[in-house]
């Protein structure tokens, strides 16, 4: 019986019970409080200050109300039900500081390691000093170890059920974890509200009444929309591709986030600021009350401290970060990609290739560090989750492991639900052959002259 | 390619697994290889969840797509190298990559694959062939007894399981 209420502005009135509001009160959730849900948004705009803290009550009052609809037909019981709004409630218990920003440094590309010098230098990669885990490892490791939390869920056997729910490692029955993950996953609908509510970007806005009063159960157990709502359902995947596009991917937000990337990359490298040096050493912050500080304002701490390095490349970023002067973009090549053609983005495949083998020497003739430069992309972005695949036939080796996830349509009459993407009569059917795609070039620097002989430059790159 | 996409490479390689994608079996084979890889210690940061045919990471479909689709992968592997210490640990797993006669070299590390994510997320409680072999038809996995005996065996003797008390 619900006991607690709290009130949301993207949901209205959220129900909890007093089991699940001793997890909400536990300070490993509170934790949440204290990681901005859109990374450095709020440099851009100003409102985008929501954290995960809500993002986190969102999912689960999302979750609550597909419950509502899906329990009987899905044959769940009452302690299931219990488990799966303690797995919603909980799903994003592992993030890091600035959320996937942190989360991301393994993937950063150092522009002396890209260039295409950096090719002829023996290169080692330790794979001994673990990459940062991601944030389900960690939420995994979270839940089933923190005595706060295992205390609150009422035991370890219960915290490990309910782990195994949101990083879908429940083998006994996949059906449920699907709730979680699929691609009319409840942390989807939450993101794009909150976040179209708190940047004042309309795009996300999604018909979430209207969708959840039409979702259908099949008698093998796959959830679905019914045909009534297919317009929600495909104005649901366009919300989510504008929203990468123009929110997520902002060039100013992106541009700072990098930037915030590649410092902390090298801090790490360098044994700097306490940034730890590898994912073992995030496990073991994990178990102690350390980690209740490893939140956004840790990360402005190694910023702030790292303004007065004596490696210019490392102070420069720190900078850039701290005085809301993003890195200069000096070109972006967008393209939109036809799958069913082979092979990768003509101006995109260029542009990089050109950045490889001439950047160098640019950095030379405008006499600055090359690591000033940051190269990004190829970035994709799609209707549906598989952004980077780029022929038609890779999204459909792609879709037999990862069917589950993409939003489903009952056709009328029909029993059972089928991809969005493969009605003809869906504009969704069309779109989901196309990627958006970009490629861009920072340079971090205060002199307009230089970014303006840069941009003269590059600006041809990306043609054949 | 940024570091973790290098590095997935570069275990693809030191395993024999090729890349390319093109067929089902090869793309199994190299979401199980790469797998076994972090279950034996190399971690390469991927976070491996149970999908329709066993543990499945995007990021892996992602970085291994992305990669091959850019036109001079091949040339960016050049130049580096992995560390000795993860090398042997791969050297020692990839004995056990051939697979018996009547199975797929995908469908062999399908099942090794899916026996060591059972037991190591606790979705089990035992060692026995018959138990694991009723749960995995459940997914819709069919071994017989002797292959899934036989990977158990495998599992023991690479140490990626311990042996049941």
Not at chain 1, 82 to 106: T, V
Not at chain 2, 93 to 107: D, M
């Amino acid at each position: 019986m619900p006991q607690r209420v709290v009130t949301d502005a993207i949901h209205g009135t959220i129900e909890l019970t007093d089991d699940e509001w001793r997890v909400v009160d536990t300070p490993s959730f509170q934790r949440l409080r204290h990681l901005k849900q859109l990374q450095m948004a709020h440099l851009t705009y100003p409102n985008a200050t929501h954290t995960r803290f809500a993002h986190s009550l969102g999912v689960f009052s999302v979750m609550s109300n597909v419950l509502r609809v899906a329990k009987e037909k899905l044959n769940i019981s009452a302690g299931k039900v219990a488990e799966l709004r303690l797995a919603a409630l909980l799903h994003d218990i592992g993030h890091y500081p600035y959320s996937h920003l942190m989360e991301k440094i393994d993937k950063v590309q150092l522009t002396e390691e890209f260039v295409s010098s950096a090719r002829e230098r023996k290169k080692s990669i330790d794979l001994t000093a673990a990459p940062y885990p991601k944030h389900e490892r960690l939420g995994e490791l979270i839940v089933t170890t923190r005595q706060d939390l295992l205390d609150a869920l009422g035991g370890a056997e219960r915290a490990r059920k309910i782990a195994d729910l949101f990083t879908r490692s429940s083998a006994a029955d996949p059906q449920l974890s699907k709730l979680i993950h699929s691609s009319l996953d409840m942390d989807r609908f939450d993101f794009l509200l909150r976040d179209a509510n708190a940047t004042g970007v309309p795009y996300g806005n999604v018909d979430l009444h209207y969708l959840l009063s039409n979702l259908m159960v099949s008698p093998s157990g796959m959830l679905g929309f019914s045909h009534k709502a297919m317009s929600a359902a495909e104005q649901f995947l366009f919300a989510r591709f504008f929203m990468y596009k123009v929110v997520y991917f902002h060039k100013t937000t992106y541009g700072l986030e990098e930037a915030c990337r590649q410092l902390l990359r090298r801090c790490r490298d360098s044994s700097l600021y306490g940034v730890p040096s590898s994912g073992a050493t995030i496990e073991d912050w994990v178990k102690a009350d350390t980690f209740l500080g490893f939140s956004d304002g840790w990360v402005d701490d190694v910023v702030r401290r790292a303004q007065e390095d004596g490696n210019p490349v490392i102070a420069g970023l720190a900078k850039c970060i701290v005085r809301r002067q993003p890195p200069t973009l000096i070109r972006e090549v967008c393209e939109l990609k036809d799958r069913s053609v082979a092979g990768a983005a003509e101006h995109c495949r260029n542009f990089l290739s050109r950045c490889r083998d001439r950047l160098e020497k640019l950095a030379s003739d405008l006499g600055i560090d090359q690591r000033f430069f940051l190269v990004v992309g190829p970035v994709p972005v799609s209707l549906e989750d598989r952004g980077s695949i780029h022929t038609s036939a890779g999204a459909k080796q792609i879709e037999e492991e990862e069917k589950d996830e993409l939003v489903k349509i009952f056709s009328r009459g029909a029993d059972e639900p089928i991809s969005l993407v493969d009605i003809p009569t869906s504009i969704a059917h069309v779109a989901a052959n196309y990627v958006h795609q970009f490629a861009r070039l920072y340079l971090v620097t205060d002199d307009a002259a230089i970014a303006e002989r840069a941009r003269t430059t590059v600006g041809e790159w990306d043609k054949s | 390619m940024n570091r973790r996409q290098t590095s997935t490479l570069l275990v693809l390689q030191e395993l024999g697994i090729t890349s390319n994608m093109d067929a089902f079996d090869e793309r199994l084979s190299v979401q199980k290889s790469i797998y076994l890889a972090q279950a034996a210690g190399v971690e390469l940061g991927h976070y491996f969840s149970w999908y329709l045919r066993g543990p499945y990471a995007p990021s892996v479909a992602q970085d291994v797509f992305d990669a091959i689709q850019n036109d001079d992968h091949r040339s960016s592997l050049e130049g580096w190298e992995l560390d000795p210490a993860s090398r042997a640990k791969l050297a020692t797993i990839r004995l056990h990559f051939g697979p018996p006669a009547s199975l797929t070299q995908g469908r062999w590390l399908e099942l090794l694959a899916s026996i060591h994510f059972l037991i190591a997320r606790n979705q089990v409680k035992t060692q026995d062939p018959v138990a694991l072999r009723s749960l995995l038809a459940r997914h819709g996995k069919t071994y017989t007894a002797d292959q899934v005996a036989s990977a158990i065996s495998v599992l023991h003797a690479a140490n990626l399981i311990a042996r049941a008390a």
